[in-house]
């Protein structure tokens, strides 16, 4: 009974949550317009997004906790596969992953006013129903790699709705890991899920404490495709493994 009778204030503060997102989204646009004109600029426009993320966290009542299990070089490329169960865990990536990276996501963002340059620009979008497109995306994250540059991709390819179990990971970033020789770094959102969760038939969502794990690297130096399967169920142990011990 109680349960329902703050059903209404979490639904408030659900609202509220997407209004902060909207508003701090337009009046950080100008900015984000002006530095993704040059390429040069894009780590400025990392910096403004991990800025922009720190404000929505902010004025959403929303706390954190980081536990890097280990140093990053950021003179490295890293692949950073996060677990997906809420629109929070887009947020919290810029929050809590300090190195410089791209993001590879779903090619609908691309139809979001306004948001289709945003994310075009500086990101990687990838239509996983088209095979030609999905190797375009391949093909243009193995290229920033060897830029020096990381990759954050949700390796389950979409928010999954049961918590803690997580869909089934994709290929995708384990054979490029490979391929390039790039250490990957599991990441573990534990309570994104009840924050904001995104199947709200119990609760639409409420403010409190992210707790974020970076856990260490998983080197691939010296694999080969034969060890992409066993790289992917190591890695999707790694998170299951904290996901249910939270």
Known sequence: MIRYLF???????????????LITFFLFFPFFTVLL????????????????????LFATGIFYTINKQKKLDRNRAYIFC????????????????????????KAELLKVPLFKRFFKRMNIPVNRKSNKDSHRAFMRAASDLDKGISITLFPEGGIQSKFPQMGRFKNGPFRLAIEKQVPIVPV???????????????????????RVIIHEPIETKGMTEDNLE???????NVIDKTLKDR
Do not use: C
Not at 84 to 105: C, E, Q, R
Not at 230 to 236: A, H, M, T
């Open 7 to 21: 059903f209404p204030f979490k639904w408030l503060w659900r609202f509220w949550f997407f209004t902060v997102a």
């Open 37 to 56: 004109s040059s390429r040069k600029w894009f780590p400025a426009v990392f910096r403004l997004k991990r800025i922009w993320g720190r404000s929505i």
């Open 82 to 105: 996060p677990n997906h169960f809420s629109y929070l865990d887009i947020v919290l990536i810029y929050v809590a992953i300090p190195i410089y990276f791209h993001t590879m996501g």
């Open 188 to 210: 573990s959102f534990l309570d994104n899920w009840l924050i904001l969760p995104d199947n709200f038939k119990d609760s639409a969502g409420r403010p409190g404490l992210s």
């Open 230 to 236: 066993e790289l992917k169920q190591r890695v999707f």
